[in-house]
């Protein structure tokens, strides 16, 4: 194809040009280039096509060309119709009996196409929909299926900062929206998320901060919401420094977690590696328990995420008897102080949520033959995830529902008196309340009995700041700002007890209000850019896989023996070859 | 015109060419891109037809968990067929009758 | 007495849309004197429906469907230049085997195209029962499209770095059968209406485009092949034509005859192509998906049964085009159709439009 330019003045010299090297006319051409168009006028010479290229105001008039090319009458009329320019001097005028356009408004020079605007292309997949923190999934499954764990890490820490521990204990909404669920199994998100994060030699990475702002931030609290806060807050530019109450920062995450979930080492590599490329001071074993010191102290701003730790009281006789042990406490003594305490061959555990779970496979390990758990409704309705309740059973742990403890009778050993329970009519929300079978009763004779049924939320009074009646910060909804100025919140300490991801969702909302407080205009917005990552598609049958990759795991008789990590992950063969099951929903194909 | 002489008699003696629709019905060649079918139990409303249907004839509500097809606006091209990745749309091998009014078809669903 | 006085009366006569000898609505309005033709003015625009502006309101890949429906007879080869500017601009490299499946599915496209007009061109005349008889042979060439893919007419099966259907063993032997049987039919019909008389006094010396004027007004396809000038696209090569061996048709007689004879032996040259292109096909994939939003521009021509087709394809890296322009071969035979008509009688006027060939679907879009 060979192109030449020229302009109004030159034209006919070009058209006497080709005209004598037999050239044949083809066709015009006209793009709209706002305000001017340009024409170009088609030619065959030879084998080859000539394209004459000329750039006018859309006022002017053209001169046609008929007297060169005579030929060229059809083309110039419909051009003259379809784009509203004028040509002067046609050798054959039909005048404007070629194309009628009826209704055509001065923007759009056709009549515009009967019926809607074709729909637009869906924006973000349903797996990224569902995450509370927005984590481009689409994007980091399909770098890992180019084989990029690099570019993975780099992915999942633009929206949540910390991908090998979430890569580890995430209850991953993001498989729940995953489309392949009705006939195969979702796609393992949560897996992959751990393999970019072990495929690395190092976590730390190496970023640049933005240029300082001079601004000094506190965050109250090292738990994955202010972790959250203090990294990106940090990569805005300001200067922050992270309180935490222990010795170790983590939060839940350190307390609560156990071992055999979240190795230690990981959880403090990882939250050192953000620290140090966001600038972060980290001052342990500090307690707060004054805001005004921190503000007298030269902090421009203060995020309290100081999480819920109170536990809840079963309101029953018997509670406080010996014997009878917290899970908060329980927990607490096993993963931060690295005891063992004495358990005894039978323990119960009463409740149906994560720290039951929890609570119930960390007795398994420190020799307890016999663990129950008892829930006081059916097993639809517990909140603990289907994986831990399956880890769970596996183990050797026995489920017992459909029981609600009324009694505890001190002792050694100890008896529990619980009650059967039904399920009854629904309420308005459509959930069903449980009742009470009168007269039918059972005791459980136990070593142990823990409880955990839940945690409360406990701010020191001296923080000034108003809570709920349930205990929890009141804060505005879209900017988390509490009823102090300059002080925002959230985590646990403003929800109640939720998970790491919601926690890290809290950290993102509050960064963005406390960056446009001081000055700054906050963290982007989840966006897709088109036309990147171009990868193999695989829509057709026979390259998708569709069945998943099994997750390697301990064997069973090795995990109770110590607490060592259970799940070992993907290595780069299974990783690739699960991240090629994705559908790639988002990419419209 | 002596040899086309020769030909039109022998037209008189053969089968004819044509097949007396409506009261005999060709073979339908399998294969053939007819009228389509949603089975809602493995449709998860994720619009992907809808992006893909060049005369825009369907319409995917998720929220209220239906989808409309007009039989009318119809092109029988069968894209959607083959970009379902549940495979919930089936294909058959007639055209749909005409009518004389303008019917659009609603499939619903309960689950999700 | 009578005096009998002749009067030279000019007379306009619209030759309009709807007319049962015209196929095709196109208005043509005739100045006669007495019974000859002294002037044409050519009135198009009753069939249009903005598909080059519906283009660019589209997503590129919709398109394939909307370029292929712009003309009912000739469809194939719209989807396949649309899908070639693509891929010229995308640099995909299309497979092989898909080269051989667009080339067989073109020719079988000209083959029912060619039919559909012999028919029509003799019916003109007056010759109904032959309308009939190849009519009946096209038949064959549209079942062959059902057995394919799904549809008589429309193929579907073009896309964007190939084809989306193959042909299994079977199918290539009911191939060969057909295109067989067609030419056994083919060597029966042929001397009939090439050396009868009748046929012979009404198209000999009629439409005369000499061949210094062809080419200056820019006419295209077998119209100005019968004018002695070997003009055809496929010798540029595109998809699998530089494999075949390829030789364009040409007589010089300049009038409508040469313009029948010269589609007669291309029905041939197609069966044969087919043939050929059927032993010749390679093994292997047959669809390279694109991956990347289109930016740039192209320019694609290829040859349809009425003539050179034209495409050229501006894009600007989204998933929306910027232009798309479309010239069609009947728009360009149009200058040659006016000066070929002046100067006959009202009765020649059938023969003569339909030896150009219109289709005024495309001419429109």
């Known amino acids: 194809m060979q192109e030449i330019l020229t302009d109004k003045a030159n034209i006919f010299a070009e058209l006497d040009k080709l005209r004598a090297e037999d050239a044949r006319f083809i066709t015009i051409t006209v793009l709209d280039l706002g305000a001017q168009l340009e024409v170009i006028y088609h030619f065959e010479k030879g084998k080859d096509v000539v394209n004459l290229k000329m750039k006018t105001d859309k006022e002017e008039s053209l001169p046609s060309i008929t007297g060169v ?53 869906r924006v973000f997949g349903r797996c990224r929909e569902k995450c509370p923190a927005m984590v481009n999934a689409p994007k980091y499954v399909r770098q890992i299926a180019l084989g990029d764990p690099e570019g993975a890490y780099n992915t999942i820490i633009e929206q949540a900062p910390l991908p090998a521990i979430l890569g580890r204990v995430c209850f991953a909404p993001c498989e729940d929206g995953c489309r392949q669920d009705k006939n195969e199994k979702p796609l393992q998100n949560r897996l992959l998320k751990r393999y970019a994060a072990d495929a690395l030699s190092s976590l730390k990475r190496d970023v640049k901060r933005m240029e300082p702002t001079g601004k000094k931030v506190a965050v109250v609290g090292g738990g994955p919401s202010g972790i959250t806060a203090a990294f990106y807050l940090g990569m805005l530019g300001h200067n922050v420094t992270v309180y935490e109450k222990m010795e170790r920062c983590g939060g839940a995450m350190f307390a609560f977690i156990p071992k055999y979930r979240l190795p230690r080492n990981i959880l403090e590599a990882e939250v050192m590696a953000r620290f140090e490329e966001a600038g972060v001071k980290l001052e342990t074993g500090v307690e707060i328990t004054n805001l005004d010191a921190l503000f007298k102290k030269g902090f421009d701003a203060i995020y309290v995420a100081t999480g819920a730790w109170k536990s809840m009281r079963l309101m029953i006789e018997g509670e406080d008897s010996p014997g009878v042990l917290d899970c908060v406490d329980f927990l607490f003594a096993v993963n931060v102080r690295n005891e063992r305490p004495k358990l005894g061959g039978r323990v119960a555990v009463i409740g149906g949520g994560n720290g039951a779970v929890d609570a119930a496979r960390t007795a398994k390990r420190l020799g307890s033959k016999d663990v129950t758990i008892f829930y006081r409704r059916s097993r639809e309705e517990m909140p603990a995830t289907m994986e831990q309740v399956q880890a769970a059973m596996e183990e050797g742990v026995s489920f017992r529902f459909l029981g609600s403890p009324v009694k505890i009778i001190p002792g050694k050993p100890l008896k529990v008196i619980f009650q059967n329970m039904r399920m009854g009519e629904p309420d308005e929300s459509g959930r069903h309340k449980f009742v009470p079978i009168e007269g039918s009763e059972f005791v459980v004779e136990v070593d142990t009995v823990i409880k955990a049924i839940g945690q409360a939320v406990e701010v020191p009074k001296d923080f000034g700041l108003r809570v709920d009646k349930a205990g929890r910060i009141v804060v505005n909804e879209e900017t988390y700002e509490t009823s102090v100025q300059g002080v925002w919140a959230g985590g646990d300490a403003m929800t109640g007890p939720t998970s790491v991801i919601d926690c890290i969702k809290d950290g993102r909302i509050a960064t963005s209000a406390i960056d446009k407080y001081l000055g700054g205009k906050g963290l982007p917005q989840p966006s897709i850019d088109l036309g990147e990552l171009v990868c193999k598609p695989s829509k057709s049958p026979e390259i998708l896989e569709r069945m998943p990759v099994p997750a390697r795991v301990l064997p069973i008789v090795d995990r109770i023996e110590s607490f060592n990590e259970v799940e070992l992950g993907f290595n780069k063969e299974e990783a690739a070859k699960e991240a090629n099951r994705c559908w790639r929903c988002d990419w419209n194909e | 015109m002596p040899k086309m002489l020769t030909k039109v008699l022998k037209s008189l003696f053969t089968k004819p060419a044509t097949v007396r629709y409506p009261y005999v019905k060709p073979e339908p060649i399998p294969g053939t891109r007819g009228k389509i079918l949603f089975d809602m139990k493995k449709c998860d409303l994720c619009q992907d037809c809808e992006r893909v249907c060049p005369s825009l004839a369907i319409k995917v509500f998720p929220d209220e968990k239906r989808v409309e097809y007009s039989p009318f606006r119809c092109l029988y091209c069968h894209l959607c067929v083959e970009s379902c990745m549940q495979m919930a749309i089936i294909p058959d091998v007639v055209v749909r009758a005409p009518e004389f009014e303008k019917i659009i078809d609603i499939f619903e669903t309960e689950r999700r | ?121 003799i019916d003109s005349i007056g010759f109904e029962s032959l309308f009939m008889h190849l009519w009946r042979d096209r038949e064959i060439v549209l079942m062959l499209n059902e057995k394919t893919a799904g549809h008589r007419i429309h193929l579907s099966t073009c896309s964007i770095g190939g084809v989306k259907k193959d042909m299994d063993d079977r199918l290539i032997a009911e191939y060969s059968s057909s295109l067989a049987e067609l030419r056994k039919r083919m060597d029966n019909l042929a001397p009939v209406f090439i050396k009868d008389k009748g046929v012979q006094a009404r198209l000999v010396g009629k439409g005369i485009l000499p061949k210094n004027k062809a080419s200056l007004l820019g006419a295209v396809g077998p119209t100005v092949r019968g004018s002695g000038i070997p003009q055809d696209m496929r010798t540029l090569g595109y998809e699998a034509y530089s494999y075949l061996d390829f030789k364009p048709v040409v007589y010089d007689m300049e009038d409508a005859y040469s313009r029948m004879l010269v589609r007669i032996d291309e029905i041939y040259q197609s069966i044969d192509l087919i043939n050929r292109a059927l032993n010749q096909m390679p093994n292997g994939p047959i669809l390279q998906k694109n991956t990347v939003f289109p930016r740039g521009t192209a320019i694609t021509r290829i040859e349809q049964p009425r003539g050179e087709l034209f495409y050229y394809v501006a894009g600007n890296g989204t998933n929306k085009l910027e232009r798309c322009r479309i010239r069609t071969p009947t728009l360009a035979n149009i200058p040659a159709l006016v000066t070929m008509l002046v100067g006959h009688e009202v009765a020649d006027i059938p023969p003569v439009l339909l030896s150009v060939d219109p289709c005024v679907a495309c001419t429109e879009r």
Request: net charge negative; with cysteine; proline share 6%.
């Open chain 3, 1 to 121: 007495m009578n005096e009998s006085k002749v009067i030279n009366v000019n007379t306009i006569i619209p030759f309009g849309p709807q007319h049962p000898v015209l196929p095709e609505p196109v208005q043509l309005r005739f100045k006669f004197e007495g019974e000859r033709i002294v002037d044409v003015v050519p009135n198009i625009g009753y069939v249009h429906r903005a598909i080059e502006r519906a283009c660019e309101l589209n997503d590129y890949k919709r398109n394939v469907t909307l370029c292929e429906r712009i003309c009912g007879i000739c469809n194939f080869m719209h989807a396949m230049a649309y899908c070639e500017s693509i891929e010229m601009i995308t640099d995909t490299a299309v497979p092989e085997r898909a080269k051989y499946l667009r080339t067989i599915w073109s020719e079988l496209g000209r083959l029912q195209s060619h039919y559909l007009w012999l028919g029509l061109f």
């Open chain 1, 69 to 121: 090319y005579s030929a060229a009458f059809i083309a110039e009329n419909e051009a003259q119709d379809l784009f509203n320019i004028k040509i002067s001097g046609l050798n054959v005028d039909y005048g404007g009996r070629m194309l009628k356009v009826e209704s055509a408004s001065a923007t759009t020079l056709l009549k515009p196409v009967v019926g809607e605007c074709p729909p637009i292309m």
